[in-house]
């Protein structure tokens, strides 16, 4: 049996929960890890001591989210959520990365306010995060990525949107879809299409 060491409020652990149900890869034990615990196996793990970790069956820990996901595919037989057409594949990849990158962002911003005073806080580096985010979502609100026809699986890239959009959800008050309508669309549909979404909320 496979090990997810995560956390409910991580989307990037989130990312890897979608896949394993999308894929229908099932047996998998998921353990809580705590990232500021230096008791944590985690660390042995993943000497970075970050989450999602996936040890495999063979007993080897998998990191980070994008290198799960890509391990996910090639136990489902490859092509699944990772298209094998090199167009398809590359599309997906970047878009991976550009949501990938609003959560690392958001993180960043949140680990401002988690781990300084108000009165130390950063402005001008929190303006910069704030504007990855403020970017990459215009940029994806002119055109939201297609969803393939049923029973089409949704692609890493897909995972990774619906993960980003969720956790700026979760963590800044919705705060994007005043501005995002097409975008708000658009996860509606992922959630309506794939159950695994809501089910991996954090609380």
């Known amino acids: 049996m496979m090990i997810l060491r995560s956390a409910a409020p ?13 894929l229908g890869l099932n047996d998998v034990r998921i353990e809580p890890a705590d990232t500021m615990d230096s008791r944590d196996t985690l660390r042995q793990q993943n000497v970075l001591g970050k989450i999602p970790v996936l040890i495999g069956e063979d007993g080897v820990a998998y ?16 092509g699944k959520i990772i298209p094998r057409e090199a167009a398809r594949r590359f599309a997906a990849l970047r878009l991976q990365a550009l949501c990938d990158g609003i959560l690392d962002a958001s993180i960043l911003a949140i ?9 130390k ?20 609100e ?5 969803l393939e026809p049923l029973p089409a699986l949704p692609n890493v890239g897909h995972i990774a949107l619906a993960c980003a959009l ?17 975008l708000v669309a658009w996860l509606d549909d992922f959630a309506a299409r794939v159950p695994a979404y809501a089910a991996t909320a954090a609380a």
């Open 10 to 22: 991580s989307p990037f652990a989130r990312k890897v929960r979608i896949a394993l149900a999308v």
């Open 63 to 78: 990191y980070d989210s994008r290198v799960i996901l890509e391990y996910l595919d090639h136990l489902a037989g490859g």
């Open 111 to 119: 680990y401002e306010a988690r781990w300084r005073a108000p009165d």
């Open 121 to 140: 806080y950063e402005p001008k580096w929190l303006e910069h995060q704030a504007g990855k985010v403020q970017r990459a979502l215009a940029e994806l």
């Open 142 to 146: 002119k055109s939201p990525p297609m």
């Open 166 to 182: 969720g956790y700026r959800d979760f963590r800044f008050g919705r705060d994007w879809r005043a501005d995002c309508p097409r």
